[in-house]
């Protein structure tokens, strides 16, 4: 059964810092990975989607890499700003593409 | 659009009631599903719809019931609930599959209590 991890559970960092947020699932047999961002009360965002053959994807200030075969993933986050601070959740959808395991988070908080 | 809403926020049960969770969207997704969020655990799937009229379990189905007459409407029955589901409940959508190679959108979720 596919686990999903992330460390750390939680992390906080002065304003202007850049920082990486760690994925790591347990079945290499992945479609593809997808982070997202979670504001208190509020629903998940889409950040980046990462296919199984594709090492890394970039958005502005993010770049999400790949390695299925450490099963690992990480999220870049480049000067970070206090409007970054939300939990970041990764999620991975099997090969049979039809159930994404979500990992539990990363609570980040960006001081001004 | 609105994207994808959900109806109510917040809903307090006693242990035995019914209720529906309302989701729709006004995307024209043919994909759309149901998870609920605990603390500590992420997100599980609960049930998933490729298209209107098909329905299948995900990873905790036990005691909800879903049906999908259209594209837009997904709801979401608690038959007789229970404390233990208690939680945060979220749909989401997605243009074709679960999120193949688009980008799953989610609604703002209802907040659970059962006592």
Request: charged letters at 15%; proline letters at 5%.
């Amino acid at each position: 059964k596919q686990e999903v991890t992330q460390i750390p559970a939680a992390l906080s960092v002065p304003e202007g810092e850049n920082l990486v947020l760690n994925c790591s699932f347990t079945d290499s047999a992945i479609y593809n990975l997808q982070w997202f961002r979670q504001d208190p009360g509020k629903g998940l965002t889409s950040l980046l989607l990462i296919q199984s053959s594709q090492r890394e994807q970039t958005s502005g200030r993010l770049n999400a890499s790949l390695d299925k075969s450490s099963g690992r993933s990480t999220l870049y986050i480049a000067a970070s700003q206090p409007g970054d601070s939300a939990t970041y959740l990764c999620a991975v959808l099997d090969n049979y593409g039809q159930n994404f395991v979500f990992g539990p988070g990363t609570r980040l908080s960006v001081l001004p | 659009n609105a994207g994808v809403t959900q109806t109510p926020k917040f809903q307090v049960l006693k242990t035995g009631q019914s209720m529906t969770l309302q989701c729709a969207q006004d995307m024209n997704h043919e994909y759309m599903s149901w998870y609920r969020q605990d603390p500590g655990m992420g997100l599980r799937l609960i049930h998933y719809s490729v298209g209107a009229g098909i329905t299948d379990q995900g990873e905790v189905p036990n005691g909800y019931n879903v049906s999908r007459s259209t594209t837009e409407d997904f709801p979401l029955r608690l038959l007789s609930a229970a404390p233990s589901q208690t939680s945060v409940y979220f749909c989401a959508s997605s243009l074709t599959g679960q999120g193949r190679s688009d980008t799953q959108y989610f609604g703002p979720g209802t907040r659970l209590t059962v006592l």
